[in-house]
Each structure stands twice: as C-alpha cells, then as structure tokens.
C-alpha cells in the first residue's frame, strides 16, 4: 500500500477491523502510521533506496532539490495524501478504552464516525423486505409482526437510555442486532412450523392406529363373545367328564386295590416257582447223568432181552417201574398206547400194556433208538 500511494501516487484504503487483532503489538505500528503517517522499519535500507530513485523524477519536476532526505519525505507524503485507513472498532466493552489510553492517535489523528439510530420508517422497511420471502397465515398477521420489529427495536433503545442513566452502563443496539433479531425470529419460525408439522403427522399417525386398534378390538370382541360361548360349553362338557372320571377313579383305586393284592400273590407265587425252579434244577442236575447212563445201557439192549422179559408173568418191580417210564416214553409217538385227555400214560396194569409193545421186539428196539435220537427230554410226560 505504502509503495502504490506513494510511488505511483494513486490512492489506496486500508480497512482494519477489531477482529482482525490477534497480537496488540499490531497497535503500535498502526498508531505510528496514524501519528507521523510512518511506519518504522517497515522498508531494509536497499529498499529505500529503491524507493528515493524511484520518485527523484517527481522530486525534480516540483522544482525540489533531489536529495536523499528530500524524495523520502516526498514520498511520505504522497503517501499521507492518498493512504486513507478506516478502523473499525466496537464500543462495547473495555477493548476501545483501554487502547485510545495506550495508543493516543487512534483518538487524536482520526475522526470519528458517529451512527445515528435509524428512524422507525427504515426499520420497518428492513423489516418487511427480510421477511417477505417468509410464508405467513394471512396478511393480518404479516402486518403485525413486521410492525412489531421496529417496535420491539424502538423499545430496547427507550430502555437503554434508561438504563444507561440510572445503572451507568451500555446496551447498544445497532443494526446488525436488528438484522439478527429478524434472523432469530426467521430460524425459530421455521423451527417451530417444523415441530409443529411433526406434532401434526404424529397426532394424525395416531388417530389412524387408534382407528385401526378400536376396529381390531371390536373384531376382538366379537369373537370374545363367540369364545366364551365354546368356553362355556367346553365347561359343562368337561365337567360332566371330570364327573365321569371321577366315578371312573373310584373304580380304578378299586380295581388297583385289588391289583395290588394281586400282584401280592403273584410276587409270592413267583417267589414259590423261583424256589421250585431252584429244586426242579437241582433235580435235572441230578437226573441228567442217570439220562446220560439210560442211553448207555439201551445201546447195550437185544432182541433177545425182549424175548426173555416177554416170558416174565410177574416181573420184579424195578423192571415193572422201567417200562413204565417206557410207556410214557413210547405214549407220545405209538397210537396204540392208550393216553389221557392231557397226553399221559391211561393203564391199570402197565405190565399188560408193556407186553403188547414186546410182541415185536425189532420193530420196540429200532422205536427207542429212533425217540434217543429225537425224542425232546422235556416233552416226556411226568
């Protein structure tokens, strides 16, 4: 800036807001250029010279002697002639005050811009073209709240003045916070609209599902009614066979009663076969090696011991008892052995019976051998 204003003479603004501040040592060479229209150090040494070579012709054709101290304090003020600086600084707070007391050329060397409150025809103004892009309810409406703005704006200023003489302390109110309040009231219009559009659909929503939830709930009813009817009849039918069982459970704790006894007898009945089986065992044991000796001695048997048992009238009794077993042997496969009802040997004299089979001793001795092959030992009659 300082080589446009000054070396090619044109003019030039410098803005400088508070925001832009971030190190207060920018305040003192801001203060410098505003006191001697210099800032120190701001150019090195061959720079200078640049700058004093640069203007010598302008130097020289105002008819000024074209030395060194001379072109710089020619181009310093050409630079005080077309550098203008615009600080824009907030009077709210202690920022302002306390650097007009550090920095006395931000007071001294600068004029002071004073704005003026607008008058309510421009706020009202303001007001309804920022608010024209937004929908209202009726024109009604959008009357009051644009004449509201400037209203409520007029009415905080009443009250700074107020509260400025009797507390001594600042509440601006400036066009940017109008334009802020319109702002506000824009986004929290909106905000609201949407809640209440959401509000809307939920309450729609749910006066739909209570529709649907009274409808479903008559379906339900109606049904209830038909249910309580089956309920009902279910009832009486189960308790007439809860009666039936019952009568039927009186019978069964009989019945089991007698079961028991039953099943009583029957364990002392198996208790007693369990001991007979025991004895009968020990008894098969007992009679398997005699069986064992039996089938020895008829391998040892002849036609001819047939023929002299035959000649016997009064046999003694072992032999009596021998063919006895014989016939009860011979019972199961010989028709002509009178039996009972239930397969046994039916004789009054086994002897006569005995001597009818000995009437062809071949044909009894191939017989035995025959039943000694196949005969089963467990199906011989007792």
Known sequence: MFLKAGQKDEGVMFLFTEGQITNERFMVSINDLLSSGEVSELFPAEDIDGIVNNVRPAVKSEGILDSKDNCWNFFIGRVKKNLHMALCFSPVGESLRGRARKFPALINCTVIDWFHPWPEDALLSVACRFLAEVEMASDEIREGIEKFMPFSFKTVENYSAKILDQERRFVYTTPKSFLELIKLFKSMLGKKEGELINSKDRYELGVIKLTETGEIVGKLEEELKI????????????????????????????????????????????????????????????????????????????????????????????????????????????????????????????????????????????????????????????
Do not use: H, R, Y
Not at 259 to 283: G, P
Not at 319 to 345: E, H, Q, R, S
Not at 347 to 366: D, F, I, Q, R, S
């Open 227 to 382: 249910f309580s009817v089956e309920v009902e009849a279910k009832k009486i039918e189960a308790d007439a066979q809860a009666e039936i069982v019952g009568k039927e459970k009186a019978i069964v704790d009989v019945e089991n009663s007698a079961a028991e006894v039953e099943a009583k007898k029957c364990d002392k009945i198996a208790t007693d076969v369990a001991a007979q089986m025991k004895s009968v065992q020990a008894d098969l044991d007992a009679a398997i090696p005699l069986v064992e000796k039996a089938m020895a001695a008829l391998d040892g048997l002849d036609v001819k011991d047939f023929s002299m048992l035959k000649a016997l009238q009064n046999p003694p009794p072992d032999i009596k008892k021998v063919f006895t077993c014989v016939l009860n042997i011979l019972c199961t496969v010989d028709p002509d052995i009178p039996v009972t009802a239930k397969g046994k040997l039916k004789t009054e004299n086994p002897w006569k019976t005995a001597l009818g089979t000995m009437k062809n001793p071949a044909n009894l001795l191939a017989t035995l051998n025959q039943l000694k092959e196949k005969i089963d030992k467990d199906e011989i009659p007792g």
